[in-house]
T-cell receptor, first 111, second 114 residues
């Protein structure tokens, strides 16, 4: 069954605003990762947070992980039109050597 | 210098045909994967190989056969194509099979079966 669920499915904001996307998962994990997919392109790895970490930053990205609630959030600050893309969370489970992806959030940043 | 390259980028073919998609990575990674993305953008793993050895074979029809001649290449052959096989197929690689590394994805092969 699908591991992750993302919320919201779609998000539309104005340039300069912050965007927050949430991800929930069901099983124990080694790590949780976020990927971006521009229309018609492959997925690009953004950030990885390990199961023993609670927060991680990379540039305008901030990721939190709450293993007790089995949830994560991705915050993009000061959004730009170029941030328009689909964002996926993915979990590497402790039981298997694979990434299982959530359903994705379509982010639209309006100039 | 493309890290993970897939060919072809687009593939349109008739039902019943056999086709192959090739994937190569120049990152020196040990592990390679095939993922399928459907029209709703749902990504599902199909296969993974670690150093040419099959590690994961999800519930995929046996019409799909991966082949890894060496750890830099993972090809996907599909026999007797069906309409439901239409999707975008992504190849990916990671440094090692377990461990906290991100995946590097190819740009995808859009397969359309008519």
């Amino acid at each position: 069954s699908q591991q992750g669920e993302e919320d919201p499915q779609a998000l539309s904001i104005q340039e300069g605003e912050n965007a927050t996307m949430n991800c929930s998962y069901k099983t124990s994990i080694n790590n949780l990762q976020w990927y971006r997919q521009n229309s018609g392109r492959g997925l690009v790895h953004l950030i990885l947070i390990r199961s023993n970490e609670r927060e991680k930053h990379s540039g305008r990205l901030r990721v939190t992980l709450d293993t007790s609630k089995k949830s994560s959030s991705l915050l993009i600050t000061a959004s730009r039109a170029a941030d328009t893309a689909s964002y996926f969370c993915a979990t590497e489970e402790t039981s298997g050597s694979r990434l299982t992806f959530g359903e994705g959030t379509q982010l639209t940043v309006n100039p | 210098d493309t890290a993970v390259s897939q060919t072809p980028k687009y593939l349109v073919t008739q039902m019943g045909n056999d086709k192959s998609i090739k994937c190569e990575q120049n990152l020196g990674h040990d592990t390679m994967y095939w993922y399928k993305q459907d029209s709703k953008k749902f990504l599902k793993i199909m296969f993974s190989y670690n150093n040419k050895e099959l590690i994961i074979n999800e519930t995929v029809p046996n019409r799909f056969s991966p082949k890894s001649p060496d750890k830099a290449h993972l090809n996907l052959h599909i026999n007797s194509l069906e309409l439901g096989d239409s999707a975008v197929y992504f190849c990916a690689s990671s440094q090692i099979i377990w461990g906290n590394y991100g995946y590097t994805f190819g740009s995808g092969t859009r397969l359309t079966v008519v």
